[in-house]
């Protein structure tokens, strides 16, 4: 008598373009700019625990990191600002978890955001692993945006903010965020990743 033995669990997401992409083992050929857009547009920063009629979407945090990208560094390449779009893009599939959460879970959480980065790299045409420095330019941008969000629309005094993450030097401080639709912030991701050179690949 055969044993019976468990199928392994669902490990893919049925997107709208009709690509089913593997969560644990992502194909980059899975991967579509519509459904990155589509996505990012529809998940809320903050845990939507924002001020605004709508919620700051990734989207519009991914713009914001590109925009402050720009401004640190006129010259930078189309190639690394777009990089810097795509930064959050693995969320359009997992989700934006809160710091402390993502902490919590551990490495698995990272290991899986890590190997979605590096197939949308791959499937855009930058490399799958960002060289250092841009990394470390992206993340102090990141931080940029993290600090300008909390204090505008998160509810954060500066100093609360100081504490849980200081404030980068350098922080531009003309940026005014108005959290738009999902709708309208679909099409802005999308048209910035078209002017960047994404479409080309």
Known sequence: MALQTNPPPRAWQRMLSGRRLNI???SPLDIEIDDIAHGLSRVAR??????GNFGLSVAQHSILVEQIMHLNSLRLINKWR?????????EYVIGDMITPLKSALGTQYKAIEEKLQQAIHIRFGLPAILP?????????????????EATQIAGFTSSEA???FPKPRGTPKEILIIPESPKKAKEAFTRRFILLGGAKE
């Open 162 to 164: 100081g504490k849980l």
């Open 46 to 51: 903050w845990n939507g625990q924002t001020s």
């Open 24 to 26: 644990l083992e992502p």
């Open 82 to 90: 777009l990089a810097s779009l795509l930064h959050d893009a693995p």
């Open 132 to 148: 250092e420095a841009i990394s470390k330019s992206i993340k102090r941008a990141d931080k940029m945006a993290a600090w300008i």
